[in-house]
Every structure is written in C-alpha cells, then in structure tokens.
C-alpha cells in the first residue's frame, strides 16, 4: 500500500505545514514543508520509502500544501496580507483568516476593528493579526 496523507497541519510559523502519512506498515511519519514565496522546501530528513523528488507522492503532496498556502494568504485578487502580531499566532493557527472582500476576519466573531499601525483585533476574543498591505 503506498502512503496515504492523512493528516496536514498548518503550524505557527507562516508558510510552514506539518503532514502526517499512513504507511503501509500501519505506522504514521510526519514532515514538515515550509513555503518560501511559491515554492517549497521539501526535507530529505524524516522521509519514507516512496518519498522521492518527482514522484507522484510527492507531486501531489507540494500541490496541496501550494494549495493550502495560497488560500490562507489570501491570494488570487488580495491586496494584502496578514502576519500574526509579535508573540501571536492567531494567524499561523487559522483564527484569523482574510474575508473574500480582503477584509481581517475573525473566524468565529466576524470582521476585525482596526486596532492601530496596522494591527486589527477582534473586539469579542482579542484575536489579532497585522495586515500587510501590498502594492
């Protein structure tokens, strides 16, 4: 049986995804990607027998993580992104996403009030992030 991605998970750091597989075995491995720009980084490190440069595990494993990263910078039409403020992570952690508008929105309270030098903060749970505004 090939291994399966059962599991992905975006960590604190941006652009940084840890994935869980199911090996043939019945024992489960983790990696961990990280995203600089539009391109991966793909460790050598922690890898398992069908995790090689090309193949098809590994091509469809780098298009869901592209995926998964474009959505969560907000891509495809945004002017902006957001950054977890110093010593948060409600971004890196997905409570703090951008609106189809573009706009900072908490995930479980709604739009964000802009809390000053660029920080938006959630009146209801102090959920916070930056947002980076791109030319």
């Known amino acids: 049986m090939d291994p399966l991605l059962s599991k992905i998970e975006a960590l604190a750091e941006p652009g940084c995804y840890s994935l869980t ?3 043939g075995t019945g024992e489960h491995r983790e990696l961990v990607i990280r ?3 539009d391109e991966p980084i793909v460790p050598a490190a922690n890898s398992f027998e069908g995790w090689t440069p090309g193949s098809r595990l590994v091509t469809a494993t780098i298009a869901v993580v592209r995926a998964l990263h474009q959505a969560r910078q907000g891509t495809g039409g945004s002017a902006g992104r957001l950054v977890d403020v110093e010593g948060g992570w409600d971004v890196g952690i997905g409570n703090v996403v ?3 508008d573009g706009v900072p929105t908490c995930v479980g309270h709604g739009e ?3 809390a000053g030098d660029g920080v938006f903060r959630c009146e209801t749970c102090g959920a916070a992030a930056r947002y980076d505004r791109q030319s």
């Open 112 to 114: 964000l009030a802009p």
């Open 98 to 100: 951008l609106s189809a």
């Open 21 to 23: 597989f199911a090996l």
């Open 35 to 37: 995203m600089r720009g």
